[in-house]
């Protein structure tokens, strides 16, 4: 099964995953050590909201 790296968007398979997080109950593969510690200083900068709120936009 392949993952999105949140921090740089490369494409990756869960068990070649360089490093793994979880934050709010969801688990976060990355590509490499750099990606990871980018991630934990600011998770909300990576996360991309699922469903967008408020009127149109």
């Not at 490369?10 to 976060?28: D, N, S, V, W």
């Amino acid at each position: 099964m392949k993952v999105k790296d949140p921090v740089c968007g490369m494409k990756i398979k869960i068990h070649e995953a360089a490093e793994k997080f979880e934050y709010m109950g969801k688990e976060y593969y990355f590509c490499s050590k750099e990606c990871s510690e980018k991630f934990k200083s600011d998770p909300n900068k990576f996360i991309q909201p699922s469903k967008k709120h408020g009127c149109c936009h």
